[in-house]
């Protein structure tokens, strides 16, 4: 800028010392100032992303930061769309400690290859991807060599170890990059890390047409729960709060056989006369709450079939009790895999499942703002940001 000032202003400043002097002394100061902190007046070099500074409530920001360059295998992917978790909303309302600060959220994303490091082959540049939030694994431990990466305790993870896809690129390792086929837009591919979660969950048990299964929460995780549930043949419920009304009418339409207001007990004796008395065969509970945790360990059948899908920051108080008296099978379920992530993107590809119902609100991202809130709101199923 002061090149082009000195050029087209340098006659006049001939015959004008102190002009010369001054403008000598702009262009040493701005020399001086940090390249941070002049984005405003730079047009490149600088991208937009959403930072949680810290673990105190709410204490998020739009900044500018430094565009990314990629390393040896790693991709730099220009984000179209990226998902707030319900787990962001927990960093977001200060009730998740346990992550890097400051740091960019965002885990659930899709976009375009933008730039490529050394050792990556066949991604060229506007290729469609998404990948999967896990970075990296210590490959050492039983779990890493079982292949349940997702279980490490070493693992590091885009929007909690390193910087998420709230912003208008993000960094990867190759190795977390699935290319989209065509029948997968862009929108939608931005589900695909929740569907793993739910894919994930049910890989552990057998939904036959025949089953009763109970849904616990309504949420993406929950809705994402009931369609696959539905695509096994099974018969399904699913329960939430009065206050969550509208994504329960989500629910009735994407094919829930039954829905349950939990704080309504004639609603559950609806559920125990579709049983003849004897309750669900399997109960999914996607709240992580004490209060989902122990209505599905009350509700389940003696003999069923328990899937812990929620999560929660903080331990819960349950009657463990009725998984002996019972004898309920529980299984824990935690993230997803590679494989996970194969089977989700074939499922999609296929058809069998739709999940743009459940994309209830897209915001730019100087509405982050209103996208948290919205999401906070919990009247919608899925929130995303675009940059």
């Not at 319900?86 to 200060?94: F, M, S």
């Not at 960094?171 to 979660?197: F, G, N």
């Not at 743009?356 to 009247?379: H, V």
Request: aromatic share 6%; proline share 5%.
């Amino acid at each position: 800028m002061c090149c082009v000032f000195y050029f087209k202003y340098s006659k006049k400043l001939i015959d004008k010392p102190y002009l010369v002097a001054l403008l000598l002394t702009y262009t040493k100061w701005r020399l001086l100032i940090p390249q941070s902190a002049i984005f405003l007046e730079k047009e490149d070099g600088f991208m937009k992303a959403i930072y949680m500074d810290s673990p105190k409530a709410y204490d998020m920001s739009l900044k500018h930061t430094d565009e990314l360059e990629p390393g040896p295998n790693e991709v730099i992917v220009k984000v179209n769309a990226a998902g707030i978790c319900g787990t962001d909303l927990k960093i977001y309302q200060g009730k998740y400690p346990n992550i890097k600060w400051p740091i960019i959220l965002g885990h659930e994303f899709s976009g375009q290859v933008a730039a490529v490091g050394e050792g990556v082959e066949g991604l060229p540049v506007s290729t469609n991807v998404t990948a999967r939030p896990g970075i990296s694994h210590c490959g050492r431990c039983r779990m890493c060599i079982e292949g349940k990466t997702n279980v490490c305790s070493e693992k590091n993870r885009l929007g909690f170890e390193q910087n998420g896809a709230f912003a208008e690129y993000v960094r990867v390792h190759k190795d977390q990059i699935h290319i989209l086929p065509k029948e997968i837009d862009l929108t939608t591919a931005a589900m695909i890390e929740p569907l793993a979660v739910v894919v994930h969950a049910l890989r552990s048990i057998t939904i036959k047409p025949s089953d009763v299964v109970l849904v616990i929460g309504p949420g993406p995780i929950g809705l994402i729960a009931l369609l696959l549930s539905k695509a096994n043949g099974a018969t399904v419920a699913i329960s939430g709060l009065s206050k969550d009304q509208k994504k329960l009418t989500l629910a009735r339409e994407l094919g829930a056989d039954l829905i349950i207001d939990a704080e309504k007990e004639n609603d559950e004796k609806t559920l125990l006369e579709l049983t003849n008395g004897d309750g669900p065969d399997i109960v999914l509970e996607c709240t992580g709450t004490a209060g989902g945790v122990n209505k599905g360990l009350e509700l389940s059948r003696t003999g069923g079939t328990y899937v812990q899908i929620g999560t929660w920051s903080h331990p819960l108080t349950v009657d463990f009790m009725k998984i002996a008296y019972k004898e309920i099978t529980v299984k824990g379920s935690y993230g997803h895999t590679k494989l996970d992530w194969r089977d989700s993107i074939r499922l999609l590809q296929s058809g069998r499942i739709d999940l743009t119902p459940l994309i209830q609100g897209i915001y730019l991202m100087d509405e982050w703002e209103k996208a948290f809130k919205d999401a906070e709101s919990g009247e919608k199923a899925k929130i995303l940001i675009k940059p």
